[in-house]
């Protein structure tokens, strides 16, 4: 049985007040909502709030949820929601993470050759390139941000970003591919390509 069957069988278990079934839930996706928020909110206290506060919609609106979508993918659209109206509501704009952390290293394929060329140009041209991708995607408007961040950060699929942002999948294509075109030509300097080729 795959995840977004399991996490069917919760969602009907927490529709029917098993309380305990929609815990479960909130322990798998917690912190893989927390660190999607955290691409918008930088501070830890105010993501654990709102990333509570969108669990709480969640819950709420639970009895109209239908399965057309899977639950992650439903539950993503109220955390975006909850974390864009929370920086309306704080007169700020989403800013974007300037520093990978350890973990998104562990993830990487590649991750040990990247933690084996840990040489100060290396560190300095890597840190370079972080704040320039950085520094382009939070300059990208609202709706290109947010589907490279669900693309390329929590890697969705583009059917799930489709439906997470409520749009069609070729509107989903054409941002994503906006977006990297965007960061591609402000690295370009620094990578050294030419300007028929992307990263």
Request: glycine share 6%; aromatic share 8%.
């Amino acid at each position: 049985m795959g995840d977004r069957e399991i996490d069917q069988q919760l969602v009907e278990r927490a529709q029917r007040g098993d309380k305990h079934a929609f815990e479960l839930l909130v322990a798998k996706y917690q912190r893989k909502l927390a660190r999607l928020l955290s691409r918008f909110i930088r501070d830890a206290a105010e993501v654990e709030d709102v990333s509570q506060e969108a669990f709480i919609k969640a819950y709420r609106a639970l009895p109209s949820f239908r399965g057309e979508s899977a639950f992650y993918t439903w539950l993503y659209r109220i955390g975006i929601n909850t974390a864009k109206n929370y920086l309306v509501a704080q007169g700020r704009r989403a800013p974007t993470v300037t520093m990978y952390d350890n973990e998104d290293a562990e993830g990487f394929d590649d991750g040990d050759e990247l933690r084996d060329n840990n040489t100060p140009e290396n560190a300095m041209m890597s840190k370079q390139i972080a704040e320039t991708v950085n520094s382009a995607v939070d300059a990208l408007p609202e709706e290109l941000r947010t589907a490279i961040t669900l693309r390329e950060i929590e890697g969705l699929s583009y059917e799930d970003i489709a439906q997470a942002m409520n749009c069609p999948i070729g509107t989903v294509r054409s941002r994503i591919f906006r977006a990297r075109d965007a960061i591609s030509e402000k690295l370009r300097p620094l990578l050294d390509t030419q300007g028929d080729k992307r990263w």
